[in-house]
């Protein structure tokens, strides 16, 4: 069965999506762009679409995405869609569709805990204000379950808080192979996971430090 044939199936009133997935209903405008999405992946070449509010972008474009087969790199303009992206559609969808598929998140090395600048920030003087050290407390309680180590888990962490860039690495402070946390550092293993993955969502600021330098991930 091509692509083509697959996506129409897919999205039928009675198809695999309206019966798997909550509150789905078929729509015009969200089927054409699927068609012409998976199109695209066929013949390959550049698609730009424009579509407005409610039109159902996300599953045009993710449902061909994934019945292609292809490994995918998705971008989005911020984070809280990379998030929603990872979090909700994607397994939703997966499911649905029923397909063997490795997604993975990626973000910059500021997205995510560094458990040796963690270590040392208990002994930073510069933390000892009340309101700093409630939320290295904080922080230092959700390293101890977090598996990803991205900050975006820790509700309530603004992500402007003066307390982040001492417990995140930089290009300049990390010690790479000779830090003591190497094996365990979270960096590394969303890298290893994005290398590893049939699709990997990024967002459109690592995306471009992907294409124009060497160590994106330290963006």
């Known amino acids: 069965m091509t692509l083509l044939a697959q996506v129409d199936e897919a999205f039928a009133p009675d198809g695999v999506l309206s019966h798997m997935v909550h509150q789905f209903g078929a729509r015009p405008g969200q089927t054409e762009m699927a068609r012409a999405i998976a199109q695209m992946i066929d013949d390959g070449g550049v698609l730009v679409v424009e579509a407005g509010t409610g039109v159902g972008k996300t599953f045009a474009y993710l449902v061909p995405a994934l019945l292609s087969g292809a490994r995918v790199l998705l971008s989005t303009a911020t984070k809280t869609l990379q998030d929603q992206l990872f979090g909700r559609d994607l397994p939703q969808l997966v499911k649905a569709l029923g397909l063997p598929v490795r997604i993975a998140l990626l ?40 598996r990803s180590g991205d900050l975006a888990e820790l509700s309530g962490l603004d992500e402007r808080s003066p307390v982040l860039p001492h417990v995140t690495s930089t290009r300049d402070n990390c010690l790479g192979s000779e830090c003591p946390k190497f094996r365990a550092c979270h960096v590394n293993h969303a890298r290893r996971e994005a290398m590893a993955a049939d699709v990997v969502v990024v967002n459109h600021h690592l995306f471009f430090c992907l294409l124009y330098t060497s160590d994106a991930a330290d963006e």
Request: with cysteine.
């Open 107 to 146: 973000k910059g090395r500021a997205s995510y805990l560094c458990q040796h600048r963690l270590a040392l920030a208990r002994q930073d003087p510069a933390l000892d204000d009340r309101t700093m050290a409630r939320t290295l407390a904080k922080i230092e309680q959700w390293a101890q379950i977090t």
